[in-house]
């Protein structure tokens, strides 16, 4: 059974640009989480879809969207990107119940320059 | 709002010893425990997670977590550390009231040394 699939693996990009992180979850999971990890703030929450529709919601500015798809693939994107965006984005999936382990994928590297 | 505290930033351990990582952790309702392990430039791989029932919750690669409700602590352990058990461990916490996020402790180090 295929884990759960991000791309790209690394990403470069320069202050202002725009960029879309892709997750692809493992078949039959419907909920589709997204975090940012930073040395300084750790894993932060910044959105979870289900079934298409966002779920939940993380403490982040408007710049920071996402979406899902009818077949669970989800992508975020990232508008007018700032040196602080540089992360690992991890996405997790899961079949959505709340007491359920999340998957994560290995993550997409951002650095902004 | 929920938290997690992890208060060491590196547990050191030799092989065969017995390992404690700390995790305490604050949510309004009935909390969801989660371990997680991170190894280098890899995603988290769960370990195990406290939800209701026995408060000693046994896990992969011969992990267990002690749920402690009036300490509000939920530290991991492992009777014999092995090498290949250095890495970044998160514990995260899911409130029964909230929405399907997990808060994460800022992680904790564990070095084994041979």
């Known amino acids: 059974k295929a884990g759960v699939t991000q791309t790209p693996r690394y990403l470069i990009k320069t202050r202002g640009q725009q960029v879309t992180l892709s997750c692809s979850p493992i078949?039959?999971?419907?909920?589709v989480s997204w975090y940012q990890q930073t040395p300084g703030q750790g894993l932060q929450f910044l959105f979870e879809?289900?079934?298409?529709?966002?779920?939940n919601k993380g403490n982040f500015p408007g710049r920071f969207s996402g979406r899902q798809f009818s077949n669970s693939r989800s992508e975020m994107n990232v508008s007018t990107l700032e040196l602080g965006d540089s992360a690992l984005y991890l996405c997790?999936?899961?079949?959505?119940?709340?007491?359920?382990?999340?998957?994560f994928g290995s993550g997409t590297q951002l650095s902004v320059l | 709002a929920q938290s997690v505290a992890q208060p060491e930033d590196q547990v050191n351990v030799a092989e065969g010893n017995p390992l404690t990582v700390k995790c305490t952790y604050s949510?309004?309702?009935?909390?969801?425990l989660f371990w997680y392990v991170q190894y280098p430039n890899r995603g988290l791989q769960f370990l195990l997670k406290?939800?209701?029932?026995?408060?000693l919750v046994k896990g992969s690669y011969g992990f267990e977590a002690e749920f402690n409700k009036s300490q509000t602590s939920f530290h991991l352990k492992k009777p014999s550390a092995l090498v290949s058990d250095s890495a970044l461990y998160f514990c995260?916490?899911?409130?029964?009231?909230?929405?399907?996020?997990?808060?994460f402790g800022g992680g904790t180090r564990l070095m084994v040394k041979p």
């Open positions: 997790a999936s899961s079949f959505g119940g709340r007491g359920e382990k999340l998957f």
């Open positions: 078949s039959g999971h419907r909920s």
């Open positions: 879809y289900f079934s298409e529709t966002q779920r």
């Open positions: 949510v309004s309702g009935n909390p969801y």
């Open positions: 406290y939800i209701t029932g026995d408060n």
């Open positions: 995260a916490v899911r409130s029964s009231n909230a929405g399907n996020m997990l808060t």
